[in-house]
């Protein structure tokens, strides 16, 4: 017969507090099939301009090649749409989504993928990665935020690591319409998510993606019929490039970061996608020619500290796509 005399003691033997916290494991599975998801959104945005540079070396020029891309991502993201079925968006929601993609969404994808040729995947994308600088000055003026000592802090290491990566251009020599054309993508990019901001976040993100898409895929085939094409007449290799960049940097790199962000919630989601300015610099420099001096390299470092700030402290809520971010980094990607 058990002594129970003395209770605590007895009851001390024994786990008394409840039943195990179940939930805890599932959670962090959650969690970490989340981040496992963005990282390889990020990751597949990351291989974007790489993949450019191959269609254009294989002879797609860049009005084909912006085609293509949103006519493979556009495909695969309505069919997705078709299969989940997610709720029908009110008719001004499917306007300002074909708008953005027609729009703000393509002049950025053409002023991104313009720039490259000129310096580089790794220099281009760290001046695209300027627009949470911009975004977070121009919701200032708006009085949609405000400024705390951290975010003031990204935006002092944002505008210095920019002045560092143009100044000390160590062995190779920038190009000043690269430069132009790489800023006017951040100023371009920085309009879309502005705009973006307004769409309803009730929308389901993957329809979203497809209306941008098809938006996109509207203005480049007027642009390729205004201009006598498309010819097509590249190597058959430009089909394996362009379609890559439409499929694994565009499709599902978007739908790998909803997916993500559905697990780990949007500012999560956002700093996580910050791997990709990292990646692509990384790819950059050890695979291809890209070539940062070290002031280049502290300066890269400043610009991706800034973006992890300003995301950390205040991420923004983005439309859609990317990047090369999306998702205020860009969560969806940046070209």
Known sequence: MVDCRNVPQCLARYDVSGPPDIGAAPEQSRQARGIVLCTLSALSFSVLPFLANAAYGAGVDLAELLLIRFLFAATVLWLIVAVRRPARPRSRHVVLGLALGGGCYAVQSALYFA????????????????????????????NRDTASA???????????????????????????????????????????????????????????????CSGALVTYAVVNLA?????????????????????????????????????VGASRASIVSCVEPVATVLIGVSLFDDRLGAVQLVGAVGVVAAVVLLQWRSPIRDPQIGGQGSAGHSPEGSG
């Not at 580089?120 to 708006?142: C, H, I, K, Q």
């Not at 394996?240 to 559905?262: E, I, K, N």
């Open 115 to 142: 720039a490259l040729p000129y310096n580089g995947p790794s220099l281009t994308t760290l001046l695209l990665y300027t627009f949470p600088a911009v975004v977070f000055v121009v919701s200032l003026g708006r």
């Open 150 to 212: 951290a975010q003031v802090l990204a935006l002092v290491l944002a505008l210095g690591g920019v002045t560092a990566v143009l100044l000390g251009a160590g062995e190779g020599t920038l190009q000043p319409l690269g430069v132009m054309l790489g800023l006017a993508t951040a100023l371009a990019y920085s309009t879309y998510i502005l705009i973006g901001d307004a769409v309803d976040p009730a929308v389901d993100r993957t329809l979203l993606g497809a209306l941008v």
């Open 227 to 263: 201009s006598g094409g498309p010819t097509l007449s590249f190597d058959p290799a430009g089909w394996w490039w362009a379609g890559s960049l439409g499929l694994l940097s565009t499709a599902f790199a978007l739908t790998a970061f909803f997916a993500g962000m559905r697990l």
